[in-house]
């Protein structure tokens, strides 16, 4: 059984710091590309970061690049994001989903329960 | 980037009745060179995760019951729940994968009248 654990979520002051991580089971890890989407409180999706399943590829949202960075550990099948320089607006429900493919073709076939990111002073 | 418009914002459907919810791309998102259509449909409950539904606009992913299905081509795509049961109250988001950033539609919330 697929599973995806995420942690790390917390309450940060603008222009701090966290780092997500995301804990998964299985599954071949280094066969799926990773990725983030988020979903700020009563609001829609959106993608955040993917990772492609060698960790040799990273793809951003404008949103975020220069400030979040993706990154994996495939001998400890966890996902990571470093998120610095954090906004108000990144506050949100931080998902992390298996993509079907180990290249990120954007496919979520499974999403972990998030963890909830709060930025306010 | 190309923007998911869906249609409509919500809807209230008789059990057992046809839900059909709509999504439209700012641009193509069928791939000529492979003739595949870069469009999936999740469907997200009250304080749960979404979940995956259809992919290449048509392709129900295993276990999804077949009351659900996915259609269109090029930028119109259609959702439809053929007998809507009480379990499908949720909303449900399109989502193109055909180019970075990869965007999601806003969303079409589902209940029952």
């Given at each position: 059984e697929v599973q995806l654990l995420e942690s790390g979520g917390d309450f940060e002051q603008p222009g701090g710091s966290l780092r997500l991580s995301c804990a998964a089971s299985g599954?071949?890890?280094?066969s799926s590309a990773m990725s983030w989407v988020r979903q700020a409180p009563g609001k829609g999706l959106e993608w955040v970061s993917t990772i492609s399943g060698s960790g040799d590829d990273t793809y951003y949202a404008d949103s975020v690049k220069g400030r979040f960075t993706i990154s994996r550990d495939n001998s400890k099948n966890t996902l990571y994001l470093q998120m610095n320089?954090?906004?108000?607006?990144?506050t949100a429900v931080y998902y992390c989903a298996k993509e079907v493919a180990v290249t990120g073709e954007?496919?979520?076939?499974y999403w972990g329960q998030g963890t909830l990111v709060t930025v306010s002073s | 980037d190309i923007v998911m418009t869906q249609s409509p914002d919500s809807l209230a459907v008789s059990l057992g009745e046809r839900a059909t919810i709509n999504c439209k791309s700012?641009?193509?998102?069928?791939?000529?060179?492979?003739?595949k259509t870069y469009l999936t449909w999740y469907q997200q409950k009250a304080g749960q995760p979404p979940k995956l539904l259809i992919?290449?606009?048509s392709t129900r992913q295993s276990?999804?019951?077949?009351?659900f299905s996915g259609s269109g081509s090029e930028t119109d795509f259609t959702l439809t729940i053929s007998s809507l049961q009480a379990e499908d109250v949720a909303v449900y988001y399109c989502q193109q994968?055909?180019?970075?950033?990869l965007t999601f539609g806003g969303g079409t919330k589902v209940e029952i009248k």
């Open positions: 599954f071949t890890f280094n320089s954090l906004r108000a607006e990144d954007g496919i979520f076939d | 700012s641009q193509t998102v069928l791939y000529s060179s492979n003739n992919y290449w606009a276990g999804v019951p077949d009351r994968y055909y180019s970075t950033p």
